[in-house]
């Protein structure tokens, strides 16, 4: 088994036993073959690499200008890779169980006004012809109303939106559930597209021959499904026509507008770490920014020392 081979092994392994997504399994593909060109490049491999080696490529990483993230990601490949080594008995050691890299940087995420989300609902549905705006108002409605994954909302099963449901189920990262309740406005924006798709569907079939999606958004590309790609270029278009710049929006903003929005009107900070499907308080609690102006006037308000 050459090392190129190593690494495929690796990862059929790590998908088949944490569920990694399609996109997590590329990353680390990336990662370790330039960790592996590196180490060739000093006269090494993936079985001799030392600890000093794995070291000084972190060290090449931050001289090449990449960002701590991306650094902090690739020595998670590397780390996952050699404790899967050792426990296959490729090695007898694992020479990246003591290095130390960078923390993943923290920025607080970019977010919209709530204006701002509903001149974009508004895009949507005006925007295109009749069944591209049907469509168009279903995804963006129930993306900001469910705080979603685009990659979880772009392969949602159609069965999922059968019966007009009040809640939806999601699978996300790692193959986990969470079931996410639907707003009135989404409900609607739901079933229009529903009916529509349905009757397009209906129609593929009996004039070209082509079985009906199981996809709530069927594309007739690879995947079966709209694309995240897609998307993204969608809601691009969306922020023109709502006279948004296009660098505010991305289908991750209206992730983040859902949960600072369900913040600064009183939601729990728990409620939202189980509606985005967070394993980590900490990762929630970059949201919190939003709560500063309101707590500083509870604060001014409540305070008994706070009167004068």
Known sequence: MNEAERITTFLDAHVAELNASRNTQLAYARD????????????????????????????????????????????????QFYRFAFESGWRRDNPAIRVKGPAPERHLPGTLSEGEVERLLDAARKTGRHNDRLRNACLMEVLYATGSRVSELVSLPVTAARGDPRMLLMRGKGGKERVLPLSGPARLALSAWLEKRDELEE????????????????????????????????????????????????????????ATHLLARGADLRAIQTLLGHSDIATTEIYTHVLEDRLKDLVLQHHPLAKE
């Not at 370790?32 to 590196?38: K, P």
């Not at 180490?39 to 001799?48: C, D, I, Y």
């Not at 709502?242 to 660098?247: E, F, Q």
């Open 32 to 79: 370790l073959n330039d960790f592996l060109g590196w180490l060739q490049a000093q006269k090494s491999g993936l079985l001799t690499a030392t600890q000093t080696e794995i070291e000084e490529y972190l060290i090449h990483l931050d001289a090449s200008g990449l960002a701590r993230s991306t650094r902090a990601r690739r020595l998670a490949a590397i780390r």
């Open 203 to 258: 129609v593929a079939r009996n004039e070209k021959g082509i079985q009906p999606s199981r996809y709530l958004f069927p594309s007739r590309g690879k995947s079966g499904h709209l694309t995240r790609h897609r998307f993204h270029q969608l809601i691009k278009d969306l922020a023109v026509a709502a006279g948004i710049s296009p660098s505010k929006v991305t289908p991750h903003t209206l992730r983040h507008a859902f």
